[in-house]
């Protein structure tokens, strides 16, 4: 707080004289007193500024923000008054908020601005509306699941102990798994409708959901990369994650406006070198791309890594050549041919974040050859499309076109001032 010169003056008098110290000091405590509340206040709520930098209409448009003050519980996020849903996520898990996270639509160059008031109090979670989830479950001798956020394995495996097989996660339009063993393979679930399922289909439906309109399991992933899973590479084909000395999985964030769903290998004999890897799959609601941050702690200078798209049976394949590559086609999902039938999708990875080398191929997948950056990570984005979608794309000309518009949008696409 800073006083004018013949504000010091003022009090330096007052103070000089004993009689009235006691008198004094209690006008001057209320004065503090009300001027410290009166900069909190001041303190407690914040406008951010959002401009969508493009000329096209953007949809449910992912605004994430740093908390600054480790005494935020809670924030409520205004647009012209009206309180708007939003989500406050603790990434680290160590008690403390990291980030502020809401969506909004935007027309081309618009620009709109929010009002966030914070509390030191948290929120019920149940606050807004859900429009994602997320989930893993433990099986009991008995047969039933029990909901779990985290579980850990030193054999790097908990694939038979865990219901669908590890984490699952989801928006409206497509749901994700990740299978916790060697593979750490990215699978997926199509849709018909736009909804949350997995709450109640746990990833399996029944004949009564299929006949309702539930979506399922739309790819068979094998051995294979699936959607963007980050393999090894050992000059001839991609390569699992394994010897490990422990892996994990932990669901951080479900909901209601995104999940963050990491998998962690600790100790990853690979190429001689033993290092970490922090595998965070971020997934915002309104989209069925999902973000992939692959973070490595540890010595991993000539380390090659790869990622890409697994080629589904008679697909069609778009690629640049650089940083981008989709496929599109039909194959049976499951082993179970008589119940199921076959399923057509398209799969995309955009990897203009990532420090690609050049592309490749093996028997199960296309693929880029990949390196960590300077900050020792290999970040880039996966997309996925069912044929079956009453809302999406039908034919692979319709989705490589989105793919290209997708992979070529600015990765600033909003400017943001907060």
């Given at each position: 707080?800073?006083?004018?010169?013949?504000?010091f003056?003022?009090?330096?008098a007052?103070f000089?004289?004993?009689?009235?110290?006691?008198?004094?000091?209690?006008?001057?405590t209320?004065?503090?007193?009300?001027?410290s509340?009166?900069?909190?206040?001041?303190?407690?709520?914040?406008?951010?500024?959002v401009?969508?930098?493009?000329n096209?209409?953007?949809?449910?448009a992912?605004?994430?923000l740093?908390?600054?003050?480790n005494?935020?519980k809670?924030v409520?996020?205004?647009?012209?008054?009206?309180?708007?849903?939003?989500?406050?996520?603790?990434?680290?898990?160590?008690?403390i908020?990291?980030?502020?996270?809401f969506l909004?639509?935007?027309?081309?160059?618009?620009?709109?601005?929010?009002?966030?008031?914070?509390s030191?109090k948290?929120?019920?979670?149940?606050r807004?509306?859900?429009?994602?989830?997320?989930?893993?479950?433990?099986?009991?001798?008995?047969k039933?699941i029990?909901?779990?956020?985290?579980a850990s394995?030193?054999t790097?495996?908990?694939?038979?102990?865990?219901?669908?097989?590890?984490p699952?996660f989801e928006?409206e339009?497509?749901?994700y798994?990740?299978?916790?063993d060697?593979?750490?393979t990215?699978?997926?679930y199509g849709?018909?409708?736009?909804?949350?399922e997995l709450?109640r289909?746990?990833w399996?439906?029944?004949?009564?959901?299929?006949a309702?309109?539930?979506?399922?399991?739309?790819?068979r992933?094998?051995?294979?990369?699936?959607?963007?899973?980050?393999?090894?590479?050992?000059?001839?084909?991609?390569i699992?994650i394994?010897?490990?000395?422990?892996?994990e999985?932990r669901?951080?964030?479900s909901?209601?406006?995104?999940?963050?769903?990491?998998?962690?290998?600790y100790?990853w004999?690979y190429n001689?070198?033993k290092?970490?890897?922090?595998s965070?799959?971020i997934l915002?609601?309104?989209?069925?791309d999902a973000?992939?941050?692959n973070?490595?702690?540890g010595d991993?200078?000539?380390?090659?890594?790869?990622?890409?798209?697994?080629?589904?049976?008679?697909c069609?394949m778009?690629?640049n050549g650089?940083n981008?590559?989709?496929v599109?086609?039909?194959?049976?999902?499951?082993?179970?041919t008589i119940?199921?039938?076959?399923?057509t999708?398209?799969?995309?990875?955009?990897?203009?974040?990532?420090?690609?080398?050049?592309?490749?191929?093996?028997?199960?997948?296309?693929?880029?050859?990949?390196?960590?950056?300077?900050n020792?990570q290999?970040?880039?984005?996966?997309t996925?499309c069912?044929h079956?979608?009453?809302?999406?794309?039908?034919n692979?000309?319709?989705?490589f076109?989105?793919?290209?518009i997708?992979?070529s949008?600015?990765?600033n696409?909003?400017?943001i001032?907060?």
């Open positions: 707080m800073v006083l004018p010169q013949n504000q003056k003022f009090m330096e007052l000089n004289y004993p009689s009235r110290q006691i008198y004094y000091m209690k006008y001057l209320v004065f503090i007193f009300i001027f509340s009166l900069w909190v206040q001041a303190q407690v709520t914040r406008t951010c500024r401009r969508n930098n493009s096209e209409q953007i949809y449910d992912a605004i994430v740093p908390v600054k003050d005494n935020v809670g409520t996020i205004y647009y012209k008054g009206k309180e708007i849903a939003s989500q406050l996520d603790d990434l680290d898990q160590d008690g908020a990291d980030e502020i996270v909004s639509d935007f027309k081309g160059k618009e620009k709109r601005e929010f009002t966030i008031t914070f030191e948290p929120f019920p979670t149940n807004y509306a859900a429009r994602v989830h997320a989930q893993m479950f433990k099986k009991e001798k008995d039933s029990t909901p779990i956020t985290e394995s030193p790097g495996t908990l694939y038979k102990n865990l219901h669908h097989h590890g699952a928006s339009l497509m749901a798994r990740i299978y916790f060697k593979k750490q990215v699978d997926v849709k018909y409708h736009k909804q949350l709450a289909s746990l399996y439906p029944t004949d009564e959901q299929l309702e309109g539930f979506g399922d399991d739309i790819l992933v094998s051995g294979s990369t699936g959607v963007g899973t980050l393999k090894g590479w050992n000059g001839k084909k991609a699992h394994e010897p490990v000395d422990n892996r999985a669901i951080i964030a909901g209601p406006l995104r999940t963050v769903v990491d998998m962690n290998s100790g004999l001689g070198k290092i970490d890897l922090k965070r799959y915002y609601a309104g989209h069925r973000e992939v941050y973070t490595f702690t991993t200078d000539s380390l090659i890594f790869c990622t890409g798209v697994q080629k589904i049976k008679d069609e778009d690629q650089k981008r590559v989709a599109w086609g039909t194959d049976f999902p499951v082993n179970d119940k199921y039938g076959k399923q999708l398209g799969l995309a990875v955009d990897l203009r974040k990532a420090k690609c080398i050049k592309p490749a191929e093996d028997k199960a997948n296309y693929l880029y050859l990949v390196e960590p950056d300077n020792n290999i970040n880039y984005r996966i996925v069912s079956k979608e009453t809302f999406g794309y039908h692979s000309k319709d989705f076109k989105y793919v290209r997708w992979a949008r600015p990765c696409l909003l400017e001032n907060y």
